[in-house]
């Protein structure tokens, strides 16, 4: 079972997506504005997520390896736009609040970084799991910037109280204030996992040793090598 | 040969891949198809009946029209309730702080103001909400085409005031263009 649990664990906090592997940047900063458009991104990609990691997995025996990435990104296509018909259809208002970064989650690296990494070598169980870990720590990320640049860029929390509970200090909602919000987040990210971690010393250098994908990449007991160095 | 026999093969399965996509697509498409056109005109009655209150109160229906603004078509809402036009909403994309400043403006019978809102924008974040605390939307109401100018901007988002005014003046004028041709 520790496999299991360590498939689905990881997304959350060691491995998170967006604070510690720094995939799907663009969605980080473009809808973290507020709560709610952060959240419903998050479930927007966990959906897709999951979904794609369940279908990819269980293709990963029939499709050919030369044409792996456009099997890839046509099931992870397809998952994306049903996400974005049944939100037109049954949550407009959100829909127009996530607006082009919907369909954008196509492109969004975690995904196929995820199809690509794991649900293309794992069992549908694991990647199922993988999927979802993975889909709540982004959310999870997610929502937690939206809450502090919402609060700090207009004073409010998911819209209440409608006269704000501070004085709106506006470039926390502009891309300014995310990057700066995304860079402390990080930051404490990284601390906090490593105190969790004890036995986690980063590498002082840059190379694949010290890369959080290490163990699944593979090429992690290939060294520190600075690759482009 | 075996290559080809192995392009084939990769060639094949894409195929197969990209076909029941397709398919799943096309079914989740013909479940929500309905229920979207259904929602769309939902929220344009409901962004209507926003900036014409009237409409709601006389149950108003609105039928889309086309009017030409020398030359180009602009598309606009005419409100009738038991043959008598009660109004007009008119959409105008000006320029505020930004372009792509959408302004949706509601006109009654006698050319005067009735309710504007924005439908869309790319001002900077946080302009649009302090135009709507500062009141301009409440000092618009019931003005008419020639003192549209005297209105007073929101200080701190002037721009965008000014940018709300130009879409409420352009609003009128397509109201005389309407009421003037027909």
Known sequence: MGKYSAAFTKGILKENPTLRLILGTCPTLAVTTAVISGFGMGLAATFVLVCSNIVISLLRKIIPDKVRLPAFIVVIAGFTTIVQLLMKAYLPSLNELLGIYLPLIVVNCIILGRAEAFASKNS???AALDGLGMGVGFTAALTLMGAIRE?????????WPENGLMPAITVFALPAGGFFVFGILIWLTNKLSTRLDK?????????????????TCGKGSEGGEQHGA | MHNAKEILRAA????????????ALAGVNALTKDVIADAEAAAVRENCENVLPAAKEA?????????DDSGKAVSYYEATANGDTVGYVFLATVTGKSSGLKIMTGVDATGAVTGVKIVDNSETAGYPAKVEKGGLFERLLGVTADHV??????????????????????????????????
């Not at chain 2, 891949?17 to 397709?22: D, K, L, P, Q, S």
């Open chain 2, 149 to 182: 100018d005297g209105v007073d901007a929101v200080s701190q988002a002037t721009k965008t005031s000014n940018g709300i005014k130009a879409g409420v003046k352009e609003a009128l004028r397509y109201f005389e263009e309407v009421t003037q041709n027909g």
């Open chain 1, 199 to 215: 036995g986690f010393k980063p590498k002082q250098t840059i190379g694949c040793e010290s890369c959080p994908n290490a163990a």
């Open chain 1, 151 to 159: 609060l700090l860029g207009n004073g409010t929390l998911c819209g």
């Open chain 1, 124 to 126: 549908v169980g694991l």
């Open chain 2, 12 to 23: 094949l399965m894409l195929t197969l891949i990209c076909a029941v996509v397709v398919a």
């Open chain 2, 59 to 67: 149950g108003a229906t609105f039928e889309e029209n086309m009017l």
